[in-house]
């Protein structure tokens, strides 16, 4: 990798970095409209019987349901209309958990007003990782609460329709849900917001305590992890402006300035709590305080993305992930391991060199390249010219895939929309286009 860094910057220039996001946009259009589902459309075993367009994570049907997070990834980018958005916001709102929650067997519990993991293809809420159609939620491997992300994923999905319509009409929309006729919109996201416990600075807390454990978020659900949690702090952090900005649109200025606040209060913390300096001009960011307490690229490399820090500080993390990449190991073929090179989790289901722990991901390739492009332009276009020449070399044999490591061969899910729509979505304002949703 250290080679093609050094000979990246005669391919590097302005204009050949937005040939390369013009095919990345290419891919991203390609595999988005692959994961498509209309209403009766059926994937091998299953039937969409909802009444609304959908979108699986990827095109070969590899997770067949509706994945909350996965689909926020494609928005951003002008990929997915906002009439099919609409019908993503009211099949996720029909599932919502009601005020007493969901208990499940072995113990699973989904607390009041909480989002599910995925939904079916038949509409039939899935609190878990790993659970399809059926009572069966699991035994408490992907933790016993629902995982904290998708929650504030919901509320992007907001906020994107809003940005799409120009409007917010929908916020006061009524919506049918398990547990009512009829909730507006912007209280089924109130309560969504406030479904995940959180420290006394609005930090997500993921509990060590025996049947309370959860997932941070959904691309870390084999590793298990406790403590303040730094990636759904971050969610929820721009799911609180987002919120901020649907009021204010809306004419509700106190709720506005409420959600303001909590924002403004989640990003106090998240230095203090997570940011520590590897050398003078260097920083990580650690992905939690309990379990699993590591340094995390794809966290730094989103924070970077969002602004959330103060400049000084987000340069260090820039530094920081530039010399990962220098230093190889960390990037390979332009995507991202989410630990530094020769580093794994301390509690994972998946073994070393696979999946979440140490296979190479193209969702944090975005936010990586942008990044590394605060301080160094060249690697910048280099990451983005190796993912796109990587999906270019291997499109007939599956790429873009959900994750890969080429030393053992291991690729995983083929046509994967995250691995191409969410780069090219976050890296749309680095060719000039204004940072939709951060």
């Known amino acids: 990798m250290l080679v093609l860094f050094l000979a990246a910057p005669a391919e590097s220039s302005p204009d050949s970095f937005r040939r390369d996001l013009g095919a990345l946009r290419g891919y991203a259009r390609s595999v988005a409209e692959s994961s498509r589902i209309l ?14 367009t959908l979108r699986m994570p990827g095109g070969n049907a590899g997770y067949p349901a509706f994945w909350v997070r996965d689909s926020a990834m494609m928005l951003g980018a002008g990929l997915i209309e906002p009439d099919e958005i609409e019908g993503w916001i009211r099949l996720t709102a029909s599932v919502q958990a009601g005020p007493q929650g969901d208990t499940r067997a072995n113990g699973l519990y989904a607390p009041p007003y909480s989002i599910p993991d995925h939904i079916t293809l038949t509409g039939s809420v899935c609190w878990f990782p790993g659970a399809y159609d059926g009572p069966d939620q699991g035994d408490g491997s992907f933790g016993f609460l629902p995982p904290a992300d998708d929650a504030y994923y919901l509320i992007q999905m907001v906020r994107e ?3 799409l319509t120009g409007n917010t009409e929908l ?14 919109l912007w209280l089924i996201c109130e309560r969504a917001f406030d479904s995940v416990e959180v420290d006394e600075h609005g930090l997500v807390v993921c509990s060590a305590e025996k049947g309370r454990t959860r997932v941070d978020w959904g691309f870390c659900d084999g590793i298990h992890k406790t403590g303040k949690a730094l990636m759904p702090s971050l969610l929820r952090w721009r799911a609180a402006l987002d919120l901020s900005d649907l009021f204010r649109m809306s004419g509700k200025s106190a709720l506005a300035e409420q959600y303001a606040a909590e924002a403004h209060r989640i990003q106090a913390a998240i230095a203090p709590t997570f940011y520590r300096e590897t050398e003078p001009d260097q920083a990580m960011l650690l992905s939690t305080t309990g379990l699993g307490a590591k340094e995390d690229v794809w966290i730094a490399a ?6 959330v820090l103060p400049e000084k500080q987000t340069l260090a993390l820039a530094r ?8 190889g190991g960390t990037v390979e073929d332009g ?12 509690d994972s289901i998946p073994p070393p060199g696979t999946y979440q722990n140490g296979a190479f991901w193209g969702t944090p390739s975005g936010w990586f390249i942008h990044a590394i492009k605060r301080v160094d332009a060249d690697a910048a276009g280099a990451v983005l010219g190796d993912l796109v020449r990587h999906i270019q070399e291997h499109e007939s044999e599956g790429a873009p895939w959900e994750c890969v490591n080429s030393a053992t061969g291991y690729r995983r899910n083929s046509l994967y929309a995250a691995s191409v729509c969410l780069p090219y979505a976050a890296l749309l304002r680095d060719c000039g286009a204004p940072a939709h949703g951060r």
């Open 171 to 184: 916020l006061a929309a009524p919506m049918k849900t398990n547990y009512a006729q009829s909730v507006p």
């Open 39 to 52: 209403p009766g459309g059926t994937v091998p075993g299953h039937t969409n019987t909802t009444p609304w």
């Open 335 to 346: 995507q991202i391991r989410h630990l530094p090179a020769g580093q794994n989790w301390e």
């Open 320 to 327: 920081r992930l530039l010399a990962l990449y220098r230093a």
């Open 302 to 307: 989103y924070a970077v993305w969002l602004d």
């Open 161 to 163: 329709h809003a940005r």
